[in-house]
């Protein structure tokens, strides 16, 4: 597994960014997470050692963007060269999540054709109207990898009319940090049946910080969240 910034900062847009992580990262460091700025990392997938290898092995996962938005507006000219090292190495499977499927085609290779297969477009869904608005677009559009995300998860979502465009999987997370907000736990077992119904993989990530579950709330510390959904036994690959 392999982290890939290529440039880092974005604008909050939607119910899901209210508490967004990279900036209370980059809060502590009295950082402005809205100057979206090209990392120094921006040619790591393309780096090489010194004896020529490329410094990510082969068949390597490559987290891609993970301190911005793929589709923000100032990377529009960066996301060309960014593109182009991702066709160089096919080798490698690149992973990214967005809000912003609805720019999807800005800077898109004029070779994208269906897709490239060693990129897995991730779109992010937290609330059942920006599902309604982001999934409409997404299912539509020529990607050979669909997941949704459901993190933070932060209502009941009906994704039903969206599980038979191809999407491979729904990944769910409850919300981080200080701020968090609920997380139902029924909401949780509404996507894995409506996964299950649609032979979908389903995966918990983590519980969030705020868990409500059986009548009752829990605060669950920020080393536990993952390990506790885990415990739960959701998990459905398909």
């Given amino acids: 597994m392999a982290r890939w910034n290529p440039w880092h900062g974005c ?6 960014c209210a508490n967004c992580y990279v900036y209370s990262m980059d809060s502590q460091f009295e950082k402005d997470s809205s100057a979206v700025v090209k990392n120094l990392s921006f040619d790591l997938p393309v780096r090489r ?17 993970f301190s911005s938005d793929f589709f923000v507006e100032e990377a529009d ?20 999540i967005t809000k912003r499927i609805d720019r999807f085609y800005v800077s898109l290779p004029e070779d994208w054709g269906a897709g490239y297969d060693n990129v897995v477009v991730c779109c992010t869904v937290e609330n059942q109207d920006r599902a309604d608005y982001r999934l409409p677009i997404y299912c539509g559009l ?5 997941r949704i995300v459901c993190e933070p998860l932060l209502e009941k979502l009906d994704l039903t009319a969206y599980l038979s465009s191809g999407i491979e999987g729904v990944d769910v997370g409850g919300e981080s940090g200080s701020k968090a907000r609920v997380c ?43 390990t506790q959904a885990r415990k739960a036994g959701l998990d459905c690959p398909n």
């Fill in 11 to 16: 604008h909050k847009i939607s119910a899901g």
């Fill in 49 to 65: 050692k010194k004896d020529g290898s490329y410094r990510i092995a082969s068949g390597d996962i490559v987290y891609t963007c």
């Fill in 142 to 146: 020529p990607i050979r990898h669909k």
């Fill in 77 to 96: 000219e960066w996301r060309k060269d960014a593109w182009a090292m991702i066709k160089e190495r096919s080798d490698l499977v690149f992973y990214f």
């Fill in 184 to 226: 139902d736990f029924d909401w949780v077992l509404d996507l894995r049946r409506q996964c299950l119904e649609h032979n979908i993989g389903f995966y918990y990530h983590q519980t969030g910080a705020k868990l409500y579950k059986d009548g009752r709330l829990y605060h669950i510390p920020r080393k536990y969240q993952h």
